[in-house]
């Protein structure tokens, strides 16, 4: 898989990409990441790469030349005008990190991990001109519901998220289905993990035992000591059942999940 980054900063990247999961699945050739200096896309001495939006208004917005002409260069080609728009390939992703983009979660890390290639639009100031939201990304992502000085935080936490995803990058690949957002059997349909629990809900024919699928999170881990300052391991884990153990945490995972995150659970009852 090949991810390229378009930043206004790209020494910024020497960290994240450097360290764990990302630095060893790039070692092996799992993925390939490319760092773009947008300003490198600029026509003046300055370099700029921004400026005020019309109508008013505090702050700066990033400018839809220097973006374009980054993403044709590493696209190779044009992506076209208003007349004749050319859409990305299939297999390819344009996503420009934006607090007003749609939130990234875990099926979204999975259908990523299913592309040939990323590219990273790394928002900055106010804004990004928002003919690069319409006719230049193919999709507009925010790791949240708050906001950040850039999108540069928000495209390293996709990228490890997509990467320990990719096959050959974990040491071993149920790492990432037996934990948070993906825990249980697997639903193709969804794109994600799903859990089947079974609840006493009314029914059409009156109360009834109904199926229906639950994300949650992970459950809770223990290791050694058994009994640490007086908090102890539960006895089920211990006993080499595995069946209850299976059965404990299902259950201490659904009560994880109504503490913490509440939501996950009310939206899928």
Not at 177 to 189: A, I, L, M, R
Request: proline letters at 6%.
């Amino acid at each position: 898989m090949r991810l390229d980054i378009v930043t206004i900063f790209p020494e910024f990247f020497e960290g994240p990409l450097e360290h764990g999961i990302v630095r060893r699945a790039r070692e092996a050739g799992i993925v390939q990441i490319h760092v773009q200096d947008l300003r490198e896309f600029t026509k003046d001495r300055h370099k700029t790469v921004d400026d005020r939006p019309f109508g008013g208004g505090e702050g700066m917005v990033l400018k839809p030349e220097p973006l374009f002409e980054a993403v044709e260069a590493l696209l190779g080609r044009s992506v076209g005008d208003a007349a004749s728009p050319k859409p990305a390939e299939e297999g390819t992703a344009i996503v420009l990190l934006s607090a007003a983009g749609k939130r990234f979660t875990q099926e979204t890390a999975r259908r990523y991990a299913r592309l040939e290639r990323m590219i990273f639009l790394c928002g900055r100031y106010e804004g990004v001109d928002e003919r690069v939201a319409g006719h230049l990304a193919t999709e507009e992502v925010s790791i949240g519901d708050f906001v950040l000085s850039g999108g540069e935080l928000g495209a390293a936490l996709i990228i490890d998220a997509v990467t320990r995803l990719l096959p050959g990058a974990l040491g071993n690949e149920a790492s990432s289905v037996n934990e948070s957002f993906s825990g249980g059997d697997v639903s193709p349909e969804r794109g994600r993990h799903a859990v089947p629990l079974q609840e006493e809900r009314p029914t059409a024919a009156g109360r009834g035992v109904e199926t229906r699928e639950q994300v949650l999170l992970d459950y809770p881990h223990y290791t050694r000591p058994a009994d640490f300052r007086g908090w102890k391991v539960p006895e089920v884990l211990i006993g080499g059942n595995h069946g209850e153990v299976a059965k404990w945490r299902r259950g201490a995972a659904a009560g994880k999940t109504r503490r913490n995150r509440p939501d996950l659970y009310s939206e899928k009852a």
